[in-house]
């Protein structure tokens, strides 16, 4: 990777399994808590996934100001075997519970992260 961008701003996309909007939102408390704070990871949406009951969707934006290496290498350990594609300024990453490996969190059943310069 190329590390010589040093401003990337990215967007975690997470589908979560939980009974209600109030415990959608405090799920996405608790995984932006898992991110490490010099990312400043920002909820920006939680709402209900119109495709599969009982789950919902988080959007967390990852502000600009990192480098892309230092994003992906913080971001990484949110979960085991993902499906990684990523060139000298972008990283795109998708992990699904279907698939095995593990998450952070329980109530995870899928995540993608986009990193691209801000």
């Known amino acids: ?3 010589s961008i040093s401003n990337t ?3 975690l996309r997470v589908f ?3 009974t209600d909007l109030d415990e959608g939102t405090r ?3 608790e995984l932006t808590e898992l991110i490490d704070e010099l990312l400043n990871p920002r909820i920006e949406s939680v709402e209900a996934y119109w495709k599969i009951p009982g789950w919902f969707e988080v959007l967390i934006r990852i502000p600009s100001g990192n480098s892309i290496e230092s994003a992906w290498t913080q971001l990484q350990p949110l979960c085991t075997d993902w499906h ?3 060139n000298d300024t972008e990283v795109s990453a998708i992990w699904s519970f ?3 490996g593990n998450s952070v969190h329980p109530k995870v059943r899928w995540i993608s992260v986009n990193l691209y310069p801000a």
């Open 84 to 86: 990684l594609s990523k």
């Open 16 to 18: 979560v399994e939980a």
């Open 27 to 29: 799920i996405a408390s």
């Open 1 to 3: 990777m190329n590390s």
């Open 9 to 11: 701003t990215g967007l």
């Open 98 to 100: 279907e698939n095995g």
